[in-house]
């Protein structure tokens, strides 16, 4: 069991792209979060699995800015997401579980428009690009994206990450509802995205997807961050063993 207490008396803040430290947080007077410590370096994959209600959610909303810590310090990229969201928002991107994207523009038009919403002009090149790294067929570069399945959606989502060369990514349930072949190529994407030195928290239920993709797996129960297990060797995770501990947290 690796209590992430060990990695924080380690390291100097600044090692951390996401950074929540001793964080109490919640609603109102009702504190969710308890103690938490979260720390995740550049180029590193790390996924958050807890049973419903068990605060992972709650986490997300920390770095996205949308909600106080009552007490302890959240970061992105050694910006409070909360007093100084618009900055925090240049420094990630998020993939909610289900992408948002404008229904009637093209993939193409997506991203371009995206970009310029954050500031940032591209050329066409730039976004062929982009929308090429992340897997997408380039026959649907100019088809309009109400016709997307999810997988292709997601794919319209990380050519937008990886052409803002963002140093977070945040992800809520970024498989569930993918089948198993499009869960293996959006692990691929993270993959692309981990080399690029990108931090990247994953809140997710699927265990396998994590196993086969993540650097740490956090567990998180009752608001409390119980254990951590870090990948290690060829093998990378005891499947069976996480599977026990997930499983047996959710009874
Ligand atoms: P799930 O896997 O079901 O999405 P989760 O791990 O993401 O669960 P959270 O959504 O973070 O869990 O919820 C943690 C706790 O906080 C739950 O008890 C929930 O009822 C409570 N909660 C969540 N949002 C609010 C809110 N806006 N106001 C009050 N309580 C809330």
Redesign the pocket.
């Known amino acids: 069991m690796l209590i992430d207490k060990v990695i924080s008396s380690e390291a100097s803040s600044s090692e951390y792209v996401l950074d929540a430290r001793d964080v109490l947080a ?3 007077s ?1 504190t ?2 308890h103690e938490l410590n979260l720390h995740i370096r550049p180029g590193e994959i790390y996924a958050l699995l ?12 920390l770095f996205l800015g949308f909600l106080a810590p009552q007490s302890g310090l959240v970061r992105v990229n050694g910006i409070d997401p909360f007093t100084r969201p618009t900055e925090a928002r240049k420094n990630f991107a998020y993939i909610p579980e289900n992408v948002a994207l404008y229904e009637h523009l093209s993939a193409r038009e997506n991203v371009a428009y995206l970009l310029d919403l954050a500031g940032q002009h591209e050329d066409a090149s730039t976004i062929s690009n982009a929308l090429a790294a992340a897997g997408l067929d380039s026959s649907a570069f100019d088809l309009r994206v109400g016709g997307f399945s999810k997988g292709m959606r997601q794919k319209v989502a990380i050519a937008l990450a990886l052409a803002r060369k963002v140093p977070a990514l945040l992800l809520d ?1 970024p498989t569930s509802g993918l089948d198993p072949q499009a869960t293996t190529e959006f692990n691929r994407l993270l993959g692309l995205l981990r080399q690029q030195g990108v931090a990247i928290l994953m ?1 997710t ?1 699927d265990l396998l997807s994590a196993a086969d993709i993540a650097d740490r797996i956090g567990f ?1 129960e009752a ?1 409390r961050l119980v254990e951590e297990v870090a990948a290690q060797g060829q093998d990378r995770f005891d499947v069976r063993n996480l599977h026990r501990r997930y499983a047996g947290q959710a009874i």
């Open positions: 919640g609603y109102g009702k969710i979060l807890g049973a419903n209600g068990a605060g992972k959610t709650t986490t997300l909303s349930e809140v239920h998180l608001g």
